[in-house]
């Protein structure tokens, strides 16, 4: 999953949503120099990617999709699963998708939130601006909308190392529109077991 995903599982603990997005800058098995929060965020980051990676109907549509975006439909299905996250958020959170954004983007923002005095570390600028460009562009709380999913993937197209058609991947979302929401029905009730 993306974004909405790894903060939908973090359980509303802002700490620990912060921490879980930093997961995807840490590269290496050895991360116990961080912050214990962080090392959790982390732990929990890698967790979700594992189970998502492994999900036997998360492989099946991985390996359907891959003739239309060859190497990235595995990112393609992050997007699409935030996005029918974001869409059909009231089936799986009593609070709104928009106060729920909020209040993590609130706590984030806060420098001081960002800072572990006593054991030396702060959460480094390019992973500040992230959250702050997360914020700016609203991406969040548009992933609910096709624009939003086109926004995303048109975006990420364009900071992967190689060449990639994820650009078009709003089209075959459309395209696949209903396998894609029952994998994703499937997987969340899965996930949310495994997590809780």
Request: aromatic share 16%; glycine share 4%.
């Amino acid at each position: 999953m993306n974004y909405l995903g790894h903060l939908y599982f973090s359980k509303e603990n802002h700490e620990l949503m912060v921490a879980n997005l930093f997961g995807d800058f840490i590269k290496g098995k050895d991360y116990t120099y961080l912050p214990l929060i962080v090392q959790k965020g982390v732990l929990l980051h890698r967790q979700i990617d594992d189970y998502i990676d492994h999900h036997p109907l998360v492989t099946q549509l991985r390996l359907k999709l891959y003739k239309s975006l060859p190497k990235i439909a595995g990112i393609a299905i992050d997007l699409y699963f935030d996005h029918l996250l974001a869409k059909n958020w009231s089936k799986f959170s009593s609070h709104q998708l928009n106060d729920f954004i909020d209040g993590f983007t609130f706590y984030a923002l806060q420098y001081e939130n960002l800072v572990f005095s006593g054991e030396d570390f702060v959460y480094p600028e390019h992973f500040q601006t992230l959250i702050k460009t997360m914020v700016e562009h609203n991406f969040l709380k548009r992933y609910k909308y096709l624009e939003g999913l086109t926004m995303a993937s048109t975006g990420l197209s364009k900071r992967i190392s190689f060449e990639n058609n994820l650009n078009e991947a709003t089209e075959v979302f459309v395209s696949n529109e209903k396998e894609i929401t029952t994998v994703f029905y499937q997987f969340m009730e899965d996930a949310i077991n495994h997590f809780k």
